[in-house]
């Protein structure tokens, strides 16, 4: 394995970040995470856009892999699809333990420092 694809995050993962990053999106998967399998009429009556505004957003966190849908008699129902969000945070992870080795370090270096 290169050192490039080591430390680049898998390239579909852009995707979920992508679609992560609007702040309807993440209220949408949030909502999805706290309440399991929803109807769009439920989706809309906790956020303050249209029907039509949050089926759209759903596409995009279908497209991204981040949600599925389930059809129960004549509605179609939303869940979270775990895996893409596990993985994602698996690309986090090493970024993660970077950040805390650093605050480590500069812990170190203040507390060793001779006091003025």
């Known amino acids: 394995m290169s050192a490039a694809s080591k430390a680049a995050p898998d390239a579909d993962l852009a995707g979920v970040f992508a679609a992560l990053g ?65 993985a994602a945070r698996r690309a986090l992870d090493p970024i993660g333990h970077q950040w805390e080795a650093a605050l480590g370090r500069i812990k170190a270096f203040v507390e060793s420092a001779p006091s003025a």
């Open 22 to 86: 609007d702040p309807i999106r993440l209220r949408l998967v949030t909502l999805l995470c706290a309440g399991g399998l929803l109807s769009i009429a439920r989706l809309t009556s906790a956020t303050a856009i249209s029907r039509q505004g949050v089926t759209r957003h759903l596409g995009v966190l279908l497209d991204a892999g981040l949600v599925r849908d389930v059809k129960l008699g004549r509605e179609r129902c939303w869940e979270l699809a775990p895996e893409r969000i596990d």
